[in-house]
C-alpha cells in the first residue's frame, strides 16, 4: 500500500496545486472543500418529495461488493439501474467484484492512475490505510440523520457511528448489516442415512461423521471421491468456520471472558484449536485453502463434502432454486438428496451478535454535487422502496405485497432476476436481506413443512451478546501487518510445523514486534469506556 502512495504522491501534489491555482479566482475555491450544501430530499418517498425540480444529470461510479457468481445483465434488463438513473437522474456506472485480495489490487490500481470511485467498499481494517493515506472524504456533515434518514432510522445509529471512526477524523461509514447473521453447519442427512449414522449433536460426533464421509463411500459410487468437510480459506487463513474455535470456546472474533478481552485468533488457545484442525484435515476437502467466495458450496453441490457451513436460513430450502437442496440435487442427478442443518453448540452459543463491519468510502477527489447525489441514491437503498427494489424486484412483477407480507412470483423472479446473474444481489450490497427490519415477511406458498422446520430450527440457535461497542485502532497501530503475519503463522503451523507447539513463540512476536499488546489493550479500554465495565487485555 505504502509504495504506490509513494509513487503517485508527487503527482497528487501537483494536481493539488492545479485545482488549487485554477480555483483561487472564483471567490469560492475548491468545490470539494466548501461547506456541504443543504441537505435534499431526493431519497425519499413522498409525492412532494418527487415533484422536486430535477437537478442536472451527473455521472456516478461505485465499486462495490458483488458475489463471483453474480453479473449485471444488458441494460434493457437491468430495471434496478433504470430505476436509479430515472429517479436520481445520473448515469451510475456499477463496478463490482467479490471483497477480497483481487479486489483490493484492482482498487489500488484505480487509485494509482487517479481514476478513484466515487463511492467504495472496503474492509474495516484496510480503510485506516486508505484514510490515512488522503484516499478518503471527510464526511462528518454528511453522513448525518438529516442527509441519510433511512440509513439511521433502520440501521445505524449516531453513537455507533461516532465509536466506528478512526484516527480521529469522520472519513467512513458502516454499510448496514444484519444483527444476527443465522449460521449453521449442514449435512447430508441421506448419506448419514445410507451409512447407519445420527445427527451429530457434539463435536466428537461431527468429527466421526467426517471421517465416515471421507472413507465409506457415502455416495456409494465405489469411488474415493468424497471429504467430511470443506470451507474457503481464500488461499491466506484459516477461517473461524472450522468447528475446533467453537470447541475450544472462541466464539465470535472477539470475546470479553470473566474482564478479560479476548482477541480469538490471537489467543493461547489457538494452540489447541490449530492441533484439533491438523487433525480434521484428512477429511476436509484438500482444496480448503485455496478455495474462494462461495467455491466451498460449490463443491457440496457436486457431491464431493458432506458438511458445509452456512450463514443465513434458506440454503439448505427446497423452495430456495440457489440453495444447496436445490442445486445438489440437480447438478448430481440424486433424488434423495437430504441436507439438514445441525450445531453442536446451539444451546451454548454459536456467535457473538454482531457489530459494524465493514465500511463504505467516499472519494477525496469526488465533487460536493456527487457526494449529495450517492448518499441520496443510498439512502434510498437503505429505505424501503429501494430495499423492496434491490431485494425482491419490482412489485406486482417478481413480488405480491398484501399489508406486511410479500409473497414472490417465483417464475418472473427466475426468468428476471436469476437467469440474469442473480444481478439484484449486487445492488443489494448496501443491505442484508432483512425485511423485518421494515416490518416485512416473505411468505412462500411452496415453502414445505420441512422448509418450514429448517429455518425455524436455524432461527432458534442461541447468539451470545456482542463486545458492546465498535473497535478502532489508533494512528501508528498496523493491524494489516498484525492480521497479515498471524494467518501465516496459522498456514505455517498447519502444513510445516509438526504441530503448534510454536505457537506460544510466534504469539509473542505478534503481541511485542507487531504490536499486539498495544492494539488490544487499547480495544479493551474502549469496551471499558462504552460499557462501563472494567475489562483488560492479558498479552502474556
Known amino acids: 500500500m505504502k509504495s504506490w502512495m509513494k509513487m503517485i504522491a508527487p503527482l497528487l501534489i501537483m494536481a493539488l496545486l492545479f485545482t488549487a491555482c485554477s480555483s483561487s479566482g472564483n471567490g469560492g475555491g475548491n468545490n470539494q472543500q466548501n461547506d456541504p450544501p443543504a441537505a435534499s430530499n431526493a431519497g425519499g418517498n413522498s409525492q412532494n418529495e418527487q415533484k422536486e425540480e430535477k437537478k442536472e444529470k451527473i455521472k456516478l461510479r461505485w465499486f462495490v461488493n458483488g458475489w463471483n457468481n453474480t453479473s449485471l445483465p444488458s441494460e434493457d434488463k437491468d430495471f434496478v439501474l433504470k430505476a436509479i438513473e430515472e429517479k436520481f437522474n445520473v448515469d451510475l456506472d456499477l463496478q463490482y467484484m467479490t471483497w477480497g485480495q483481487e479486489y483490493q489490487s484492482k482498487l489500488n490500481t484505480m487509485i494509482a492512475s487517479g481514476d478513484i470511485p466515487d463511492v467504495f467498499y472496503m474492509g474495516g481494517m484496510e480503510s485506516n490505510t486508505y484514510i490515512k493515506d488522503g484516499v478518503a472524504r471527510d464526511l462528518k456533515d454528511w453522513v448525518t440523520p438529516e442527509r441519510m434518514p433511512n440509513y439511521f432510522q433502520y440501521w445505524m445509529t449516531e453513537a455507533d457511528l461516532a465509536a466506528y471512526q478512526v484516527q480521529d477524523v469522520f472519513k467512513r461509514a458502516p454499510v448496514p448489516y444484519a444483527k444476527k447473521k443465522y449460521r449453521s453447519y449442514y449435512v447430508r442427512k441421506d448419506w448419514l442415512d445410507k451409512l447407519g449414522l445420527d445427527m451429530p449433536q457434539t463435536y466428537e460426533e461431527m468429527v466421526n461423521v467426517m471421517k465416515a464421509f471421507t472413507e465409506q463411500d457415502p455416495d456409494g459410487n465405489g469411488k474415493n471421491d468424497t471429504y467430511g468437510y470443506t470451507t474457503s480459506g481464500s488461499g491466506t487463513s ?191 450490497w448496501f443491505t442484508p436481506k432483512t425485511p423485518e427490519i ?101 498479552a502474556e
Open 238 to 428: 484459516v477461517n473461524m468456520e472450522f468447528p475446533a474455535f467453537l470447541n475450544n470456546g472462541l466464539i465470535g472474533p472477539f470475546m470479553i471472558d470473566n474482564g478479560r478481552f479476548v482477541d480469538s485468533r490471537t489467543d493461547k488457545r489457538m494452540q489447541q484449536v490449530l492441533d484439533d484442525i491438523r487433525a480434521l484435515l484428512p477429511y476436509t476437502d484438500p482444496d480448503w485453502l485455496l478455495n474462494k467466495g462461495a467455491q466451498a458450496v460449490e463443491k457440496v453441490t457436486q457431491g464431493k463434502a458432506g458438511i458445509v457451513f452456512s450463514i443465513g436460513t434458506t440454503t439448505a430450502l427446497e423452495s430456495n432454486p440457489n440453495g444447496i437442496q436445490a442445486k445438489t440435487k440437480s447438478v448430481t442427478g440424486v433424488d434423495t438428496v437430504d441436507w439438514q442443518p445441525f450445531h453442536p453448540w446451539k444451546d451454548t452459543g454459536v456467535w457473538a451478535e454482531e457489530s459494524p463491519g465493514n465500511p463504505f468510502l467516499i472519494s477525496s477527489k469526488t465533487t460536493d454535487d456527487k457526494i449529495e447525489r450517492s448518499l441520496e441514491i443510498m439512502d434510498w437503498l437503505a429505505g424501503e422502496e429501494g430495499f423492496l427494489l434491490t431485494r425482491y424486484g419490482q412489485e406486482g412483477v417478481h413480488y405480491k405485497r398484501n399489508g406486511s407480507k410479500l409473497e414472490i412470483i417465483k417464475d418472473a423472479y427466475q426468468r428476471d432476476v436469476i437467469d440474469n446473474g442473480n444481478f439484484i444481489d449486487i445492488y443489494g
Open 438 to 538: 421494515f416490518g416485512l415477511e416473505v411468505v412462500d406458498p411452496e415453502m414445505t413443512e420441512r422448509d418450514k422446520a429448517i429455518a425455524d430450527m436455524v432461527k432458534s440457535y442461541k447468539f451470545l451478546p456482542h463486545i458492546g461497542t465498535s473497535l478502532v485502532v489508533k494512528e501508528g497501530m498496523d493491524l494489516g501487518s498484525l492480521r497479515k503475519k498471524m494467518n501465516e503463522y496459522h498456514v505455517h503451523m498447519l502444513y510445516e510445523d509438526k504441530d503448534a507447539s510454536n505457537w506460544p513463540k510466534y504469539r509473542e512476536e505478534l503481541m511485542t514486534t507487531y504490536g499486539g499488546k498495544d492494539i488490544f489493550t487499547y480495544y479493551a479500554e474502549q469496551v471499558t469506556n462504552a460499557t462501563g465495565n472494567a475489562v483488560s487485555f492479558e
